[in-house]
């Protein structure tokens, strides 16, 4: 009776925690924080392994808050533990002094759990509902292949559970065997607006759970015997990967200890004034009635992690295109003088997974288009290809857990495909995660599939993010497009090494080659491939070599044209205009997805300079229909070499 008692005093004393630090910010979600208080304390104070001075140990347990909004209860946790935070130079134990602090901007205490902001208890930037579960199936597999028996708790709320992704979650985890992973569903019946729809019942969503592979415990979420029986069952089945994995379906009561508090109307809503003072008494109340059998001398024991693994280190030893095409014994490929960019990247992957043991890749089911697969065919890295099926948005999301457990992941899928996942992506960016995106089959020149094939935003969207400075200091995120092969298994290999977030488009059909291996691309560089004096063409991707042709009809019109190769957004700006200045202050960008993204980081550039420049873009401008041929398709979206041609005549004042 007493380990039942001292849980219901710590609980009691984290709602008492949430209450008033939210009331002394103003904002926040007490009521969902008390909810969990059980389940937390039991968590945090017995059953994880890990060290609240080194919370962020490479073999700790981990908590996912995939319902983020109920922090407070973590942060009152940690807190009463003494949880190192901050950044590397100003690292300190939390206090509870420091709870009053929630949401103010100098604070490590975010609205919701951020590792970047100082808190590094958390793996991933949580409260975007529905990603958390793949987040933690993320840190499991990456476990897995680390051969650790690190175990990893996600807590979920019920509204939440209605979530594509948690679907997508919990058939990859089943999938992967992931029985490390130990999903609880925190039913206290109540979202934002109204109480959950049935379908979100502890009895539904037992069933549904039960159906999907789980072994299935339901439990009282505030009775401590039933939370910890619970535990301890996944802590014995945890290590067999031919176990069931388990999900803890808990009921619980929003606002739990203050009926005051209960019921609809206090989501988000922080108890002050007469309002908080009823609640805490009603606590109190609860604390005298609950707590009476406990003993002094009781208390919580931490389970201290288990000492890391070495971790092999990368090597420099990475093969040149061509020794990698060699070894395949494809190197009479090269000599065609055409090889697809997507098959680049494959062969740069499989390369780099001899190289560095955290390379992992994954894939939603088209990995033999995005040439992915190259990597597994390899049987020395085939352990470390993941396949997530159709499921772009969970894949992005597993890859960011598999980013917090200090894995490298190489996130492919087709362009248009991993348009459904740009608020994984963005959530990936804010929580510092080392996610190397690529999607293949960009833009139009895949004709005949048709616009539904099609990234045409995609590139305006990610540009959006490389105009943000991340918690490193650096661009938010680098887009990469790549014209040729030698480009792309470059530019694979430079992501790798890059510590940050990077997108790269990679072509369907076979290019020219116009590189060779002793090219050196950068992030944030560009290459001139035409030296003129009378106008720049900047392009991009399949656009390079459109650009090319036109610099062949410009020259025969007696137009000296400059064509650079913007493979890198951002680009070194004040090179690009040094080179507009010398070509008469006048470009035309090119770019085979809809507006917003090379143009206008190009225009942005000439603005800013101040100068008297003058700008033409030229990008889709219509939305496509199915084409028989790429070329077909360019003359539909007015991007030939004969529309280049007639734009740049038309900006220098030049008849046709």
């Not at 604070?107 to 919701?112: E, F, I, M, N």
């Amino acid at each position: 009776m007493s380990f039942e008692a001292a849980v219901h005093a710590q609980a009691i004393e984290l709602d008492r925690l949430s209450l008033e630090m939210t009331a002394a910010s103003g904002t926040g979600h007490p009521t969902s924080a008390m909810s969990i208080g059980h389940i937390v304390t039991t968590l945090m104070f017995s059953s994880m392994r890990w060290s609240p001075d080194y919370p962020n140990y490479p073999t700790s347990d981990r908590l996912v808050l995939s319902e983020g909004h109920a922090v407070p209860a973590v942060y009152a946790a940690m807190a009463t533990l003494g949880v190192m935070v901050g950044d590397a130079d100003n690292r300190r134990k939390l206090t509870v002094d420091d709870l009053s602090t929630l949401r103010e901007w100098k604070s490590v205490l975010d609205g919701h759990p951020n590792p970047m902001e100082g808190v590094d208890f958390f793996d991933a930037a949580t409260g975007s509902l529905g990603q958390g579960l793949s987040v933690a199936a993320g840190v499991a597999k990456a476990a897995r292949l680390d051969g650790t028996d690190r175990r990893v708790y996600c807590l979920c709320g019920d509204g939440e559970v209605r979530e594509g992704q948690i679907a997508e979650a919990m058939d990859f985890i089943i999938d992967h065997q992931l029985s490390n992973v130990c999903t609880i569903v925190n039913c206290n019946e109540y979202g934002q607006a109204d109480r959950v729809s049935g379908q979100q019942s502890p009895q539904v969503l037992a069933a549904k759970f039960a159906a999907y592979g789980f072994e299935v415990i339901s439990i009282d979420g505030h009775a401590p015997d039933q939370i910890k029986d619970a535990f301890d069952r996944f802590t014995a089945v945890s290590a067999d990967p031919n176990a069931k994995p388990i999900a803890v379906i808990a009921t619980t009561i929003k606002g739990w200890g203050c009926p005051s508090l209960q019921g609809g109307g206090w989501h988000g809503k922080p108890a002050t004034g007469e309002a908080l003072e009823k609640a805490l008494a009603e606590l109190n109340e609860a604390r005298i009635e609950l707590t009476s059998s406990l003993a002094g001398t009781d208390q919580f024991t931490i389970e201290p992690p288990a000492q890391a693994p070495d971790r092999q280190l990368p090597s420099d030893d990475l093969l040149t295109l061509s020794e990698a095409m060699r070894e395949l014994d494809m190197e009479n490929v090269l000599h065609t003088g055409k090889f697809a960019t997507r098959k680049a990247y494959g062969v740069a992957l499989r390369a780099l997974g001899a190289t560095n043991p955290d390379v992992v890749v994954l894939d939603a089911d088209v990995s033999n288009s995005t040439f992915s697969e190259t990597f597994a065919k390899n049987k020395d890295n085939a352990d470390r290809f993941i396949e997530c099926k159709i499921a772009e948005q969970n894949m992005i999301s597993v890859g960011a857990g598999m980013s917090a457990a200090g894995k490298v992941p190489f996130c492919s899928s087709f362009a248009k495909f991993l348009t459904r996942a740009y608020d994984q992506i963005e959530m990936g960016m804010n929580s510092g995660a080392n996610l190397k995106i690529v999607g293949s089959h960009a833009g139009i020149t895949l004709a005949a599939d048709g616009p539904s094939q099609m990234s045409l935003p995609d590139v305006a969207w990610f540009r959006s993010l490389s105009l943000t400075t991340d918690h490193r200091g650096n661009p938010g995120c680098y887009i990469l497009q790549p014209a040729d092969a030698y480009a792309a298994y470059s530019l694979t290999a430079t992501m790798a090494e890059y510590e940050g977030m990077c997108y790269m488009r990679t072509l369907r059909a076979d290019t020219e080659l116009l590189y060779s291996d002793d090219h050196v691309f950068n992030l944030g560089g560009f290459e001139t491939l035409a030296q003129g004096r009378d106008i720049v063409l900047a392009a991009s991707g399949i656009m390079v070599h459109e650009g090319n042709k036109a610099v062949e009809l410009l020259d025969k019109a007696g137009v000296s044209a400059t064509l650079l190769d913007m493979y890198s957004i951002p680009f070194d700006t004040d090179k690009l205009l040094d080179i507009v200045a010398a070509n008469g202050g006048f470009v035309v960008s090119l770019e085979d997805n809809y507006g917003g993204g090379l143009g206008s980081a190009i225009a942005d550039a000439l603005m800013e300079s101040g100068d008297g420049f003058e700008l033409a873009q030229m990008y889709v401008q219509r939305i496509p229909k199915s084409a028989r041929t790429p070329d077909e398709m360019l003359q539909m979206c007015g991007l030939t070499a004969q529309d280049i041609v007639n734009k740049v005549m038309a900006l220098l004042g030049v008849p046709v």
